[in-house]
């Protein structure tokens, strides 16, 4: 039985918020995206959410806690007890996602119960423009990752009986030790130290892997990223990262979109903001102007009077939605240009006005 306090470092009497800030701790520890392609981290974070899973549950915690102490109802002297009522396969992935909304991640949930040679996942990133926000785009990405050695075809040994199920701890993969104590007897779990955890050891190992199964390729991976992707947001793709432990299962690849600040526009959800300049007279008497959009420049009609700031909104030429598609909108705010410099022809016509304005009003702010 793993001891998910120590997983955590946390004290067993820790409050549910304590668990939580330290799982985010150790989330930010962990996290793919400052180890990539390290599978030891990979598995020291499922280790982690394994833990915070039945830790953060009030439900699974009690249960936990009545096994990890020994309980009557519980102690029945085995070593490694059953896990069964605990369905972690379904939710797993869901908490590993929750949190990694921290990051700005977003993924589907994961379905599968990570088996037991299970490959880490890779995480890598991609930088798109925001015209391909528009339209979609399509992607190469080079991932180094373990593939089946190709000198022992994943087996990871030289004959075909060189594994065997560890003599340490039978193949469980645990080491523990119990204590009496006056409230019953106290388990303490950990991996065992000779086969870390697998069960099995290898006897002759391959020259090539050195019994792992594995080595390190480099592939070409493509993938689609849709149209109306949010920056951060992951996309996986399954049984594209690395491969496990002498014929394990492959991890998942997760593309991490981030998205390239573009000069023209903000992204605001679906809707784009632009800004443009327009000289003064346009501003007072209105008129057509050209403003620039994604798909090229746009006709825009200002009102008279059109105000320093006002913002104008052309419809249906934002971003798509990335469910429906619908687009946003392009919001153009409109900044109303004085010039430091006139002609003199500028400079006596509008002296002319200024003249006839004063004719009309007498208010203490004409100083011409
Ligand atoms: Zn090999
Ligand atoms: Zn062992």
Redesign the pocket.
Known sequence: MKDYYAILNVPPDSTEDSIKKRYRELVKQYHPDLNKNNPETAKKMTEVNEAYETLSDPEKKRRYDALRQGGVSYNDGVGMPDFGGFDFGESRGSIFEDIFDVFRGRTTTRQNRPANNRGADIELSVEISLKDVLTGVKKQITVDRLENCETCKGKGTKSESGVST??????????QSETRTPFGVMFRTTT??????????VKDPCSNCKGTGTEYKRRQVNVEIPAGIEDGMRIRLSDEGHKGKRGGTKGDLYIRVNIKSDPAFTRQGKDLISTTKIPYYTAILGGEIVVNSLEGSKKLNLHRGTQHKEVYTIKGIGLPDLKSSKRGDLKVIIEVEIPKNISSDEEKLLKEITHQKKEANSGPWWKV
Not at 192 to 201: A, D, F, L, S
């Open positions: 560890c003599s340490n701890c039978k193949g469980t993969g645990y080491a065992c130290p000779t086969c870390q955890g697998e069960g099995k050891q």
